[in-house]
T-cell receptor
Framework: NAGVTQTPKFRVLKTGQSMTLLCAQD?????MYWYRQDPGMGLRLIHY???????AKGEVPDGYNVSRLKKQNFLLGLESAAPSQTSVYFC??????????FGPGTRLTVT | AQSVTQLDSHVSVSEGTPVLLRCNYS??????LFWYVQHPNKGLQLLLK??????LVKGINGFEAEFKKSETSFHLTKPSAHMSDAAEYFC???????????????FGTGTRLQVTL
């Protein structure tokens, strides 16, 4: 099992550009999550999904959109990147409301 | 509502000496509590979790934590530090596991553990 994988690992964007981060899990988990990690702030929940075709807002959803078209994939989109979105993004998945398993992260820089 | 406070942003210990990383929580219910470790440029790995069973929880790599309801604390300890323990550690609180609330985790701000020779 690969667990939770994230694509890409690194990305540099210019302000106003768009991009999509891909998260994939092979554990047949129902729930998936996107977090961002900023220095001194721990991880903060952006959006999450409790099943295929469902999404919900987390703590810091503004400027991001998500889609869960397939159970194993959870996409995070930035329509118009801003420097404030420079961060490390982590995806996680869990079997319903149980322990979350994290991916290795995507380091995004917006210039 | 829930929150978590990690009392030290940085802890430095010598190799072979005990480790204590402090965490206090606030919760309006009986929470689940977790400690995660993050090595440089890596993802988060679960060290241990408390889910209302035994109050003393043993995790991987010799770490353990004790849930103290009266003190609202969940401190992480290890009897003898190793160089490989140098990392960032996060204390995390959530609603009880399996309650259907999507396990919304609330992270502490992290404690960076430095281990010196």
């Amino acid at each position: 099992n690969a667990g939770v994988t994230q694509t890409p690992k690194f990305r540099v964007l210019k302000t106003g550009q768009s991009m999509t981060l891909l998260c994939a899990q092979d554990m047949n988990h129902e729930y998936m999550y996107w977090y961002r990690q900023d220095p001194g702030m721990g991880l903060r929940l952006i959006h999450y999904s409790v099943g295929e075709g469902t999404t919900a807002k987390g703590e810091v959803p503004d400027g991001y959109n998500v889609s869960r078209l397939k159970k194993q994939n959870f996409l995070l989109g930035l329509e118009s990147a801003a420097p404030s979105q420079t961060s490390v993004y982590f995806c996680a998945s869990s079997y319903f409301g149980y322990e979350q398993y994290f991916g290795p992260g995507t380091r995004l820089t917006v210039t | 509502a829930q929150s978590v406070t990690q009392l030290d942003s940085h802890v430095s210990v010598s190799e072979g000496t005990p480790v204590l990383l402090r965490c206090n929580y606030s919760s309006s219910y009986s929470p689940s509590l977790f400690w995660y470790v993050q090595h440089p440029n890596k993802g988060l790995q679960l060290l241990l979790k408390y889910t209302s069973a035994a109050t003393l929880v043993k995790g991987i790599n010799g770490f353990e934590a004790e849930f103290k309801k009266s003190e609202t604390s969940f401190h992480l300890t290890k009897p003898s530090a190793h160089m490989s323990d140098a990392a960032e550690y996060f204390c995390v609180v959530s609603p009880p596991e399996g309650t259907g609330t999507a396990s919304k985790l609330t992270f502490g701000t992290g404690t960076r553990l430095q281990v010196t020779l």
